[in-house]
């Protein structure tokens, strides 16, 4: 494992050969992938780092943030210097379609981009509310119940025993503001039209029907994409429970299209 800057980027390498890129989730930081990377590593040359929003204390927030997502993975892109295929999962996969409008990549897996749907307004205003008065945890508990629509179990799990969501607490900040960069973007994913390279979207049998209907929409309007591809029994944390699926599929679509 290796480390190189790309601007003011800090990027973690892998293995060797055609380049992969992957984009982490909201809540998390580049590390999440590393089960992921680990496996992929036999055959790819495997770069993550961990996006703006979550490796800063006071993150941007609305539209600059998405600015700065962007202008890093292009950064990082830019630096490998041959073409490469970029995975995004979650929000992060959002900042890879951003970047696709300005930037052509080799391909594109996205995972479940939260796309299509607009956010509760009022909820992510009560989340900043309760982040800038202190209760990361409160700002936490409406961001899974009232924006991310998890199920009530997940909430009450999360409510319950802080413990279990302490990793998620430890990156509300970032959270709160990658909520309202996805906001500042609206709802319409026609503008996708324009990213005319092949892309295979990603989703899991049991993640929410508004993460399905999202990977829908963007099928009918991305010009090479292949149909949506569903893992089975998996959800949308699937990079963490079921690394070997999705190692699989990633290699399976860079190995054809690299």
Do not use: C
């Amino acid at each position: 494992m290796r480390t190189f800057r790309a601007g003011e980027v800090v990027v973690t390498e892998r293995g060797a050969g055609p380049p992969i890129l992957l984009v982490h989730a909201g809540g998390s930081t580049g590390a999440v992938w590393n089960p992921v990377a680990e496996r992929l590593a036999g055959a790819f040359r495997v770069l993550v780092y961990d996006r703006p929003t979550y490796r800063t204390p006071t993150p941007l927030r609305g539209a600059a943030a998405m600015t700065g997502e962007v202008a890093d993975l292009r950064a990082v892109a830019a630096a490998v210097d041959e073409p490469v295929v970029v995975v995004g999962h979650s929000s992060g996969a959002v900042v890879v379609l951003e970047a696709a409008l300005q930037q052509r990549f080799a391909g594109l897996l996205l995972y479940e981009p939260p796309v299509g749907r607009s956010i509760d307004s009022k909820a992510l205003q009560r989340a900043r509310a309760a982040l800038d008065h202190g209760d990361p945890h409160a700002a936490m508990v409406i961001h899974a119940r009232d924006i991310v629509g998890a199920n009530r179990f997940g909430v009450l799990v999360f409510r319950l025993l802080p413990f279990v969501g302490r990793p998620l607490v430890a990156h509300a900040a970032g959270q709160i503001a990658d909520d309202e960069a996805l906001e500042s973007l609206g709802v319409g994913v026609d503008r996708y039209a324009a990213v005319d390279v092949p892309v295979l979207l990603l989703g899991g049998e049991r993640s929410p029907d508004h993460l399905r209907a999202g990977l829908e929409k963007l099928a009918a309007v991305l010009p090479q994409a292949d149909p949506v591809e569903i893992l089975a029994g998996q959800g949308h944390v699937a990079t963490v429970r079921a690394p070997d699926q999705v190692a699989a599929v990633i290699a399976g679509f860079a190995g054809r299209v690299l």
